[in-house]
């Protein structure tokens, strides 16, 4: 078989450049993907009791009109909007997110030791030289010891001393001394939920519909159940399990980069093996919980954040208020899908996660007790490559891998394949799919991924 361009993995970034290779009118591509289903992490998931399921939270944080405008073609009305709400639960209470602006909910003592670690004199007065150090001095030491670095290690399931925070951008709000204090006295809440902060959900079939509805388009070019194992970038030809061999003259890569450079390439190359061995990431068991209403457990929150040691999950999605139809029988039930973290420097015994996961909802107050039970659905999914962590030799591994796979034809892209956080979501790696497939045909520049 052959095609001018092969893409490796139908996940966001392989459908966002299949299908803009085909609205410029190129025809000869193949998506070749591992799975029967398409999506990737952003694939969901109907369980037997009827349940839908993500892989985890996910919400649409547009940055691209080109996105957008493939969002409204391709769900149209079909879609509800929601205020993003999201909530900390720590010291056995809530505290609105973000925490900084908030410890007013927290206890007295607690207060004092985050406005204490605020005071200029007790951060730290250089610059940081890693992601422990701008906990520090972005935070100072009582909400990192309260909340930044338990946190932070739950969902990255690594030491902040071993990551940049060159990653962070808009992604975490940073403080203001003057508005935390102004909050506590005044008892104001300052929630980063406004008007303007919603976002849009599929009515039905999950966040995984977005992605069913754009392989649709393609759908005669992607060959599922097929898994590359070997890439020969001197013949242009990729092998997978099941026997397929595959000709190219370009090639797109989604899947980890790490395997790609470390393991498939038939010309062995030590550079690129040892720094594909310099890559950091972590792994997530995602847990869906489902159970009957009863009426003083639904609330409006969108997702919880759980940084203490009661709960093995570092987050909690309410998936029923995302769509009714996420729940068998919407309105009736709730949805609480539940994110836990593990890699090396945090090992977790898989097969103890979802009971570790019920009775950490306990704990939490999110379930009660006797109802432990009585669970309409337990439905689980584990990924093992879950975040790419921004960990300090990640772009110098960048450095020495993409500019040698490039000069073969070879580009690697999306969330693993790039292997950069600060540009791994959804439109993120649909927009470095669409970029790739314009930098192909058009010769434009990519502009969203980069490294170096
Ligand atoms: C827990 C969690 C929460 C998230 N929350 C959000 C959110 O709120 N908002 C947001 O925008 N994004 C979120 N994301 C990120 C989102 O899932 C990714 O941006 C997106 O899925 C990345 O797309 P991709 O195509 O680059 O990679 P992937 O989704 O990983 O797709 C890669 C594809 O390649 C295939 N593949 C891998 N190896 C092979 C092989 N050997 N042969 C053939 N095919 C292969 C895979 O099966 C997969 O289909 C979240 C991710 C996780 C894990």
């Not at 990737?40 to 839908?52: C, I």
């Not at 300052?190 to 388009?217: C, M, Q, S, Y």
């Not at 898989?350 to 306990?362: F, I, N, P």
Request: glycine share 8%.
């Amino acid at each position: 078989m052959k095609a001018k361009y092969v893409i490796i993995g139908a996940g966001p970034t392989g459908l966002g450049a299949a299908n803009r290779l085909r609205e410029l009118g190129e025809d000869s591509f193949i998506v070749l993907e591992r799975h029967a289903y398409v999506g990737g992490l952003a694939a969901s998931f109907r369980d037997e009791a009827g349940f839908t399921w993500d892989i985890g939270g996910h919400v649409v944080f547009s940055h691209y009109n080109y996105f957008d405008d493939l969002m409204d073609e391709l769900l149209g009305g079909e879609r509800l909007e929601h205020e993003r709400e999201s909530w900390v639960r720590v010291c056995k209470t809530w505290v609105p997110y973000p925490f900084q602006n908030n410890i007013r909910h927290l206890p007295k003592d607690i207060r004092w030791k985050c406005v204490q670690g605020l005071l200029p004199e007790n951060r730290l007065q250089r610059q940081p030289k890693n992601f422990s150090e701008w906990i520090d001095y972005v935070f100072g030491a009582g909400i990192g010891e309260i909340f930044m670095r338990p946190y932070n290690f739950k969902v990255w399931a690594t030491p902040p001393e071993l990551m940049q925070y060159s990653w962070i951008g808009e992604r975490v709000s940073i403080i203001d001394l003057k508005k935390v204090l102004e909050n506590l006295i005044l008892e104001h809440d300052d929630v980063a939920w406004g008007p303007n902060n919603t976002f849009k959900f599929p009515l039905h079939g999950g966040t995984g519909e977005i992605f069913r509805r754009l392989a649709a388009r393609v759908e005669d070019c992607i060959h599922r159940n097929q898994e590359v194992f070997a890439v020969d970038w001197d013949a242009k030809k990729v092998t997978t399990a099941q026997g397929l061999e595959v000709e190219y003259e370009y090639l797109l890569n989604t899947a980890p980069l790490d395997l790609l450079a470390g393991q498939w390439l038939k010309q062995k190359d030590d550079v690129m093996v040892n720094a594909a061995a310099d890559f950091s990431r972590n792994g997530v068991f995602v847990a869906g919980i489902g159970l009957d209403t009863r009426d003083h457990e639904v609330n409006s929150r969108c997702w919880m954040y759980f940084p203490e040691s009661d709960s093995p999950f570092y987050r909690v999605t309410n998936f029923h208020n995302y769509s009714p139809n996420n729940v068998a029988r919407p309105e009736k039930q709730l949805g609480f899908m539940c994110e836990t973290s593990f890699s090396e420097h945090k090992p977790e015994n898989l097969d103890q996660l979802m009971d570790r996961t019920v009775q950490g909802l306990v704990n939490t107050t999110m379930l009660e007790g006797k109802r432990t039970a009585d669970l309409a659905t337990k439905w689980s999914i584990t990924e093992e490559y879950g975040y790419p962590v921004p960990c300090l030799k990640r772009d110098s591994a960048l450095g020495a891998i993409q500019p040698r796979l490039e000069a073969k034809g070879i580009f690697s892209r999306g969330r693993f394949g790039g292997w950069k956080y600060e540009v791994a979501n959804m439109d993120h790696s649909v927009m470095q799919g669409v970029e790739w497939a314009q930098r192909m045909v058009l010769a434009e520049p990519e502009t969203t991924y980069s490294w170096g």
